[in-house]
């Protein structure tokens, strides 16, 4: 975490962003073609108008609910 009189640029940066696409291809099995809509966290540190460290995560559990994981696994 930044420390006390850190420039504000180095200080991380962090954006919460939805993601929506169709289950087209296969993913654990066959493809569903069902829409997917799942929320992803971005956390950045930024240095002299740059990107210099990126982190992404995704949520990963509504994304395999969404294409029909779990039930697959219970069968």
Sequence with gaps: MPQSGEPCSRRPRHLRRR??????????????????DISVFDLARVADSQIIEHREVPDHFALLAQTGMPDRLAR
């Design 19 to 36: 993601s929506a696409t169709t289950a087209s291809g296969p993913f654990f099995g066959p493809p569903s073609n069902k829409p997917i």
